[in-house]
């Protein structure tokens, strides 16, 4: 057997949109994020989770996920050394850049054209066809499934949905980006904690119909995933998507096909940010008695922030358009779940690393970075009771994942429990990147059981 036949069976090649699995979960204490009681929710944790991409790119190419991670590195320094430089108005939406650091307690600051330019036309680095068509599409959706399944894409759309061969090299930046591999890890965590509930629901009311609803179309590919993993019948099951853009929407339809989804899938064509938009919905869900037991809002709750308004915007749609009223946000997408059900929400931390390559030379624009504390604190002005809510910090440090139970009852099916404040912890340099944990076999690219 050759040595690169040995290396694939210890990690075989990912299956396709294959999840990961979490396999460890360290409490943390509150007073290592500046947490006080009142913004603690009763549970913290650092995670450890297989990718089986990164295992498959590290098995077969040694040492290229550390060397693209120093290239991302380089990048980073690059143009957090143009910080003071950066474009200061990105459609229509200033943000102060009194700071000289991009990790304050919130920032929106995205754009640095010239750092751009250098870096995807330079082929020692990101100056790749496909992989300059995928810049094109961002922030959509289009542009979050390719980093889901990178050894599984042949093709990227740009931003004119003209089709563009994925190289190998594409593949594997892909792979190992610190974006690409911290959305793959969101997903893993999202997947665990959503199925479960699910799981556990259905079993306990063996007759109930479950309504799920995924707000915006950048994660509606997990919460299917989510969904096929909990084991409900199909039939049961009604994913609501809210989705303005008919494009994205579109995805979410073939990505359903692509993993053999075939619950029913209900597209509401709406701005989620429209407080009578999201009012309307949550009384005809309440009429119809098909309020969400568990609701993903994973992908666009970072989107709203205060640093968002201006004039023209509040001109246009009102003092209270949830873009720029985070809060207001979070209270929405709480109503349109029931007494007993749950919500994920998602948030980029301001202290994740390299955000200058992502903000600048990818330039992702938009998202409101924010730290674990701002975070909880938006989170409980949203009306979050956080003596329900599990802080979940993924591995590399870019995201904190909330769940949310909106009721004890919810809590204890979930599998909510306190822990004991933990003494600081740090990774030991030589668990950075490694994973020891093989997959389980995957259904639809979701992990059906636990590996022995």
Same mark, same amino acid.
């Given at each position: 057997?050759?040595?690169?036949?040995?290396?694939?069976?210890?990690? &075989?090649?990912?299956?396709?949109?294959?999840?990961?699995?979490?396999?460890?979960?360290?409490?943390?204490?509150?007073?290592?994020?500046?947490?006080?009681?009142?913004?603690?929710?009763?549970?913290?944790?650092?995670?450890?989770?297989?990718?089986?991409?990164? %295992?498959?790119?590290?098995?077969?190419? &040694?040492?290229?996920?550390?060397?693209?991670?120093?290239?991302?590195?380089?990048?980073?320094?690059?143009?957090?050394?143009?910080?003071?430089?950066?474009?200061?108005?990105?459609?229509?939406? &200033?943000?102060?850049?009194?700071?000289?650091?991009?990790?304050?307690?919130?920032?929106?600051?995205?754009?640095?054209?010239?750092?751009?330019?250098?870096?995807?036309?330079?082929?020692?680095?990101?100056?790749?066809?496909?992989?300059?068509?995928?810049?094109?599409?961002?922030?959509?959706?289009?542009?979050?499934?390719?980093?889901?399944?990178?050894?599984?894409?042949?093709?990227?759309?740009?931003?004119?949905?003209?089709?563009?061969?994925?190289?190998?090299?594409?593949?594997?930046?892909?792979?190992?980006?610190?974006?690409?591999?911290?959305?793959?890890?969101?997903?893993?965590?999202?997947?665990?904690?959503?199925?479960?509930?699910?799981?556990?629901?259905?079993?306990?009311?063996?007759?109930?119909?479950?309504?799920?609803?995924?707000?915006?179309?950048?994660?509606?590919?997990?919460?299917?995933?989510?969904?096929?993993?909990?084991?409900?019948?199909?039939?049961?099951?009604?994913?609501?998507?809210?989705?303005?853009?008919?494009?994205?929407?579109?995805?979410?339809?073939?990505?359903?096909?692509?993993?053999?989804?075939?619950?029913?899938?209900?597209?509401?064509?709406?701005?989620?940010?429209?407080?009578?938009?999201?009012?309307?919905?949550?009384?005809?869900?309440?009429?119809?008695?098909?309020?969400?037991?568990?609701?993903?809002?994973?992908?666009?709750? %970072?989107?709203?922030?205060?640093?968002?308004?201006?004039?023209?915007?509040?001109?246009?749609?009102?003092?209270?358009?949830?873009?720029?009223?985070?809060?207001?946000?979070?209270?929405?997408?709480?109503?349109?779940? %029931?007494?007993?059900?749950?919500?994920?929400?998602?948030?980029?931390?301001?202290?994740?690393?390299?955000?200058?390559?992502?903000?600048?030379?990818?330039?992702?624009?938009?998202?409101?970075?924010?730290?674990?504390?701002?975070?909880? %604190?938006?989170?409980?002005?949203?009306?979050?009771?956080?003596?329900?809510?599990?802080?979940?910090?993924?591995?590399?440090?870019?995201?904190?994942?909330?769940?949310?139970?909106?009721?004890?009852?919810?809590?204890?099916?979930?599998?909510?429990? &306190?822990?004991?404040?933990?003494?600081?912890?740090?990774?030991?340099?030589?668990?950075?990147?490694?994973?020891?944990?093989?997959?389980?076999?995957?259904?639809?690219?979701?992990?059906?059981?636990?590996?022995?």
């Amino acid at each position: 057997m050759s040595a690169e036949a040995i290396l694939t069976e210890l990690a &075989p090649r990912p299956q396709n949109f294959e999840v990961g699995t979490v396999v460890a979960e360290i409490p943390i204490a509150p007073r290592e994020l500046d947490l006080s009681p009142d913004l603690s929710p009763i549970q913290i944790v650092r995670t450890d989770i297989y990718d089986p991409n990164i %295992e498959y790119l590290e098995a077969t190419r &040694p040492g290229r996920v550390r060397a693209l991670q120093s290239q991302e590195q380089v990048m980073n320094d690059f143009s957090r050394a143009r910080f003071s430089v950066w474009r200061h108005h990105e459609h229509g939406v &200033p943000y102060a850049q009194t700071e000289r650091r991009l990790d304050s307690e919130e920032s929106i600051a995205s754009g640095d054209p010239v750092s751009r330019a250098r870096y995807f036309n330079d082929p020692d680095f990101l100056g790749d066809d496909a992989l300059r068509a995928w810049r094109s599409t961002v922030p959509t959706a289009i542009a979050l499934a390719p980093l889901a399944n990178p050894f599984n894409t042949s093709k990227v759309e740009d931003n004119h949905g003209q089709l563009h061969d994925v190289t190998e090299y594409a593949q594997e930046w892909m792979t190992a980006c610190t974006d690409g591999w911290e959305i793959r890890n969101r997903t893993a965590l999202m997947v665990e904690s959503m199925s479960t509930f699910l799981s556990r629901t259905a079993q306990q009311e063996p007759t109930k119909n479950i309504t799920v609803v995924s707000v915006a179309g950048g994660t509606a590919l997990a919460t299917m995933q989510a969904i096929m993993h909990s084991g409900v019948g199909p039939a049961r099951v009604e994913l609501i998507l809210l989705e303005s853009s008919e494009r994205s929407a579109t995805m979410a339809f073939e990505l359903a096909e692509q993993i053999g989804f075939t619950s029913k899938i209900s597209l509401e064509a709406m701005d989620v940010f429209s407080p009578a938009a999201m009012a309307e919905l949550t009384a005809r869900l309440e009429a119809t008695g098909r309020k969400a037991t568990a609701l993903d809002a994973v992908g666009i709750a %970072e989107y709203s922030s205060t640093h968002m308004r201006t004039e023209a915007l509040v001109g246009r749609y009102g003092e209270d358009y949830m873009l720029y009223n985070p809060e207001k946000f979070i209270e929405a997408c709480l109503g349109l779940v %029931e007494a007993d059900g749950m919500v994920v929400v998602g948030q980029m931390r301001a202290d994740r690393p390299n955000p200058y390559f992502t903000r600048g030379v990818v330039s992702w624009p938009y998202i409101c970075m924010r730290t674990v504390k701002r975070f909880a %604190e938006v989170m409980r002005d949203g009306g979050v009771n956080l003596s329900l809510t599990k802080f979940s910090l993924t591995p590399l440090g870019s995201y904190t994942m909330a769940t949310l139970y909106r009721s004890e009852a919810a809590a204890r099916l979930g599998g909510l429990q &306190p822990i004991a404040e933990a003494a600081s912890i740090s990774w030991p340099a030589w668990m950075r990147g490694i994973r020891t944990r093989r997959a389980a076999p995957s259904v639809g690219g979701v992990i059906m059981s636990e590996p022995a």
